[in-house]
């Protein structure tokens, strides 16, 4: 008897840690109706050219090459512009956007928006684009996607797609993006997915209706604050003794992995464990309560195999990099260019971008 | 790096001596970020038992893209050729250094992938490059992989990153990085998969079970075998 415990524990053990990677998700049953409810409410609204305009197959180039941080006049979005939307459109799009994100995740899309407002009105950051940079006059090449040539800003220069039809049962895309934002929400049935995606901030802090507004702001001090909670001896191994000065695997990365590096979760202690789930929820938790919850689910199963890595300062305020890698799930949060007020993001599932293992079953 | 990477009509290839070389001319990529004053050089290492693979994606900013633009054209027609390519993908080549286990190994070029122009004027165009280096030792234990890329450090910014090996015998033990990631070293170990590790271990199990049982069979039967006294 003793025996066969001591050869069904390894096994079992053994079973166990395969089977982590991809845990046994809660459905996402409340969101995909919804989605796909206001989806088609939103088509309704729709010419047979808009129609047209906003649709792709499910298995087109515009899934994974749709998509960028980049803003208009450099990168061209297909779909259909909010700008030329009328108000219904426009409000049927949006809640497109909010039946398939969080309150707390529509929040932060809203502010990205208005931050790129704030950004066109300033005329431009000191890093990233310039409104009227070269992008189709003077320097004799054709502008992709500038409406009129040059950088365009605004919250009119965002993009929404369905990427296969609408449904309940077979696998699609919604796509919303502009400049710093790219939501990639793939429904499969019940399930809900949201990477890769990439939510990032130019300006970072901006002040709207007497309101100081900090698009990435939870995501900047959650990761100070976990650093920082960490001793001597867990911050040497999470402090890598190099910069990183950009985001290793932003878009045009997809299925690549690198090596995990930095401190395991698994030598944190509980607090920090949650402090590290944490950050990870304010990318995991842009997408529905239901899908998010699943996928937190997922992360949480993995965290002894979760590193966090930091490169920079630990004082808040000053630049840093950090990212947090799993089995399922990478998340980069970079500053670009030495701009703390230029922040790039992505996130990513390596073996889940796309709802690509969802599909495949 | 998000817009189609569709091949253009431009698209072709060419056979190099010692192995095929592709070069292609591709409509626009993108770049994840967006800069001005910056050279992005972001390489990725990705180590097989008889090679190392390395890709190297170059991206100029906005402010320095005409510079990198007149080294890549050299005729300056507004338009990179293939050969335009291929000769900077030579260039950036000849900056870079691999040695595994302390000895130089040299590094042939796969393929050159150039940006429009237009592209690298709005410091969204990346020129990549893949090289790979043959490894003569795959034997087992530990071994290194050296690389250091000198090509124009005054402007530029480095990403350096191992990738997961495909081949699962094949396991990262470290990475070494300069503080700018111009240079990244590797250490690596060749083991033995897991599985006939796994499967030796149960065949010996298995026997020493067989073993014990055969044996508290035989005491069994010596035993009852043996009259009672």
Redesign the interface.
């Known amino acids: 008897m003793n ?1 066969r415990l001591s ?1 069904i524990f390894p096994l079992g053990v ?1 079973l166990a840690t395969g089977f982590a990677e991809r845990a046994v998700q809660p459905a996402a049953r409340a969101a995909t109706p919804q989605v796909v409810s206001a989806a088609n409410a939103f088509l309704a609204t729709l010419s047979d050219a808009e129609r047209a305009k906003v649709a792709f197959d499910f298995n087109s ?1 515009q899934k ?8 208009s006049g ?3 979005r297909n779909g259909l512009r909010l700008g030329d939307l009328t108000t219904p459109q426009r409000e049927a799009a949006m809640a497109t956007l909010g039946a398939a994100l969080s309150k707390a995740g529509y929040q932060k899309v809203i502010e990205i928006m208005e931050g790129d407002e704030v950004l066109k009105n300033r005329g431009g950051g000191r ?3 310039r409104p009227g ?3 189709g006059g003077g ?4 502008a ?1 996607g500038g409406r009129g040539g040059g950088i365009v800003f605004g919250r009119d220069e965002y993009f929404i797609a369905f990427v296969g039809a609408p449904s309940a049962t077979t696998p699609w895309m919604l796509q919303f993006g502009g400049h710093h934002l790219a939501i990639n929400v793939t429904v499969v049935g019940s399930d809900n997915v949201m990477t890769p995606s990439l939510p990032a901030a130019q300006p970072a802090r901006y002040v709207l209706n007497g309101q100081t507004v900090r698009p990435l702001g939870n995501e900047n001090d959650k990761g100070f604050a976990l650093i920082n909670a960490l001793d001597e001896n867990q911050k040497k191994q999470a402090v890598l ?8 695997l ?4 997809d299925g ?4 995990p ?1 930095g401190m395991l979760a698994s030598a944190m202690n509980a607090k920090q464990q949650q402090m590290l789930l944490d950050i990870a929820h304010e990318w995991v938790g842009i997408l529905n309560d239901a899908g998010a919850n699943a996928k937190m689910a997922e992360i949480k199963a993995n965290l002894p195999k979760t590193y966090f890595a930091w490169s920079g300062s630990t004082t808040n305020g000053e630049l840093a990099y950090y990212r947090i890698q799993g089995p399922t799930v990478v998340i980069e949060y970079a500053p ?2 030495g701009d703390l007020d230029h922040i ?1 993001t ?1 996130y990513r599932d390596p073996t889940n971008d796309y709802g690509a293992s969802l599909v495949k079953k | ?6 091949l253009s009509k431009n698209s072709f290839s060419l056979l190099a001596p010692g192995g095929s070389l592709l070069i292609l001319v591709l409509l ?11 050279y ?1 050089q ?1 390489t ?1 290492v990705d180590i097989a038992r008889d090679r190392v693979n390395i890709d190297v994606d170059l991206t100029p900013g ?1 402010s320095i893209a005409r510079q990198v633009a007149a080294w890549i054209d050299v005729n300056a027609n ?1 338009e990179i050729s293939p050969a335009e390519s291929l000769a900077y993908a030579t260039q950036v080549l000849e900056s870079v250094s691999v040695s595994v286990d302390g000895s130089a190994v040299p590094l042939y070029l796969v393929a050159a992938e150039a940006p ?3 592209d690298m ?2 410091g ?1 165009g ?1 020129m990549r490059v893949r090289a790979s280096a043959n490894i003569s030792s795959t034997r087992s234990g530990r071994h290194s992989v050296s690389i250091i890329n000198t090509h124009h450090p005054e402007t530029s ?1 480095y ?1 350096a ?4 090996p495909t081949d699962k015998v094949i396991q ?1 033990r470290e ?1 070494r ?5 111009h240079s990244l070293t590797i250490e690596y170990a060749i083991g033995l998969p897991i599985w006939p590790r ?1 499967a030796w271990l149960l065949t010996a ?1 298995t026997l020493l ?1 067989g073993m ?1 049982w055969m044996r508290h069979r035989l005491d069994r039967l010596e035993n009852a075998e043996t009259p009672a006294v």
Do not use: C
């Open positions: 025996i050869l053994l180039p994974t090459n749709g998509w960028s941080n980049l803003p450099i990168f061209q890093t990233g684009g940079a070269p992008g320097q004799g090449a054709p992709r003794n190099y910069q990183v000065r950009d985001l290793v932003g878009p045009g990365n690549k992995v690198i090596q590096e670009q260019q790039h992505i | 790096m998000t817009t189609a990477r569709v626009p990529g993108t770049t994840s970020a967006h800069r001005l004053d910056e992005l972001a990725r906005v507004g429009p122009i237009a004027s709005l969204v990346t910014v990403l990153n191992a990738l997961v990262i990475q990085r300069s503080e700018d990631q796994v199990v079970v014990w």
